[in-house]
């Protein structure tokens, strides 16, 4: 119970401060609200670093060619507000000497500018609108999947992916150590504790190279935030559950204890959350490391579009479905961004946005005719990697490996323009990069399609 009311507290808490941090200093300036979050590895802080930077500098950089953004004369950014982004120690990195990538962020925040706009003066639209950018680790949005499954569900789910490759592989024995409990036997706090710190190394394990993937739940097992412990309230999927209720077993059992944590966690952690926060956004921006799964190859692109596919079921908004209504449908325009395309030649990147088409065609179709714009893109935050020629006038790229801090030139794979229907698709390694050196906030970071993006979820018709 203590746990309870300490968890239930700090929720409270929070949910207070984002009211605190998103209302006084609103009246009379209208706000738009954009959820940024992304999948491991896809280079959030950069981004939302770097649309803070374009909009900072909107009359010297891209941002001046859109015609939905050229109207805006200046951005100015909000420190001043209870969890703020930390722009000042994303700037920090980028523009040190060395320059270094941001560290991602652990907990949410929230990205504040202030945009003012050229209006003639007869124009109705106002001249000041404020921006919201809320960001949050993409672990947590992975837990959309939870919130609508029983501890049995969960721990059906789980059964089928231990059993095959790669996690079979990531976790040896770990299913088969889950399916000896007897889930009416009385629970044994020293193996549960054991068998918790081994499924939090198989879910880390699961989502770093080789293997990449993506439906590691739950998400904040790997990335707590504040206000949860995993090590306080543990639960693990039990094959051997087949019930509904914690009734069904005896107090202290395994089965009923599991699934009483596993009930508080998606009723009183992921739930209240959402409920919070979504419920507020105008749009949505999901970045994914697909050129982190295409080199990781069929069971990385696998995991990866299933896990999309569960996180945007909700935005389906089925008539009387609770997940629906949790939206309270304002969410409009939902964007998957693929990032890291400066590590591909010029002509390989516009063939990855067709690639992610290709690979994401089924999900379309499923959202097609819905309330809801679902747009691809494919872009590069800050521009690591420079096109050259080599000796021969063939191309390859240029940048400053990430640990020796040495220029080093390389040929990219090639890029395919369309997803087999398989996946059976990988493409060799790329070097992990440095960001460039001589980045200041007086100019607009050296990037791809950033302002693109910008257009659809904020632009103006």
């Not at 941001?102 to 106002?126: F, G, V």
């Not at 001249?127 to 960001?135: G, N, Y």
């Not at 231990?162 to 044994?188: G, N, W, Y």
């Not at 747009?375 to 021969?392: G, K």
């Amino acid at each position: 119970m203590a746990n309870d009311s300490q968890a239930d507290r700090s929720i409270a808490d929070q949910s207070m401060a984002h009211e605190k941090s998103t209302t006084p200093s609103l009246a009379g300036c209208p706000v738009t609200r954009i959820g940024i979050t992304g999948l491991s590895g896809a280079g959030k802080s950069t981004l939302i670093t770097a649309i803070i930077n374009h909009l900072e500098n909107a009359r010297r950089g891209a941002l001046s060619e859109q015609s939905g953004l050229a109207r805006i004369r200046h951005g100015r950014w909000h420190r001043e507000i209870e969890r703020a982004f930390d722009y000042d120690h994303a700037l920090t990195a980028l523009t040190g000497q060395p320059p270094s990538w941001p560290e991602s962020t652990r907990d949410w925040s929230i990205a504040r500018l202030t945009l003012d706009y050229d209006r003639r003066w007869y124009s109705l639209r106002p001249r000041r609108r404020c921006l919201e950018l809320f960001d949050y680790p993409g672990e947590w949005l992975l837990d959309l999947s939870l919130l609508d499954w029983s501890f049995a569900e969960y721990s059906a789910h789980w059964r089928d992916w231990l059993a095959r490759s790669p996690r079979r592989e990531i976790a040896p024995r770990l299913l088969e150590d889950l399916k000896a409990i007897d889930p009416a036997e009385p629970v044994d706090p020293e193996r549960l504790a054991a068998l918790a710190n081994r499924w939090s190394m198989m879910l880390a394990d699961s989502r770093l190279p080789p293997h990449r993937l993506s439906r590691n739940l739950p998400g904040r097992w790997l990335m707590p935030g504040e206000g949860f412990d995993p090590d306080a309230m543990p639960f693990l999927p039990l094959p051997g559950v087949m019930a509904e209720s914690p009734d069904d077993y005896p107090e202290g059992s395994w089965g009923e204890v599991c699934q009483r944590h596993f009930t508080y966690y998606r009723d009183r952690i992921a739930r209240p959350f959402f409920e919070s926060h979504f419920g507020r956004l105008d749009a949505q921006v999901i970045l994914v490391d697909l050129l982190g799964a295409l080199r990781s190859g069929r069971a990385a692109l696998a995991d990866m579009r299933a896990a999309l596919e569960s996180i945007l079921e909700p935005f389906r908004y089925r008539d009387g479905h609770w997940l629906g209504n949790l939206f309270a449908r304002r969410i409009r325009r939902v964007a998957i961004v693929a990032t890291q395309i400066d590590h591909l030649l010029p002509a390989d990147q516009a063939r990855l946005t067709r690639l992610l088409d290709s690979y994401l065609f089924e999900l379309t179709q499923q959202l097609a005719g819905k309330d809801i714009e679902l747009r691809l893109f494919a872009v590069s935050a800050v521009t690591a990697a420079q096109p050259r020629e080599d000796a021969r006038g063939r191309p390859m790229l240029v940048g400053t490996e990430k640990s020796s801090r040495q220029k080093i030139a390389f040929t990219p794979p090639t890029i395919p323009e369309q997803m087999p229907h398989d996946l059976d698709l990988a493409i060799d390694d790329l070097p992990t990069l440095a960001p460039p050196a001589g980045l200041d906030r007086a100019r607009a970071f050296p990037g791809r399609r950033v302002d693109a993006l910008l257009d659809f979820v904020i632009g103006e018709s």
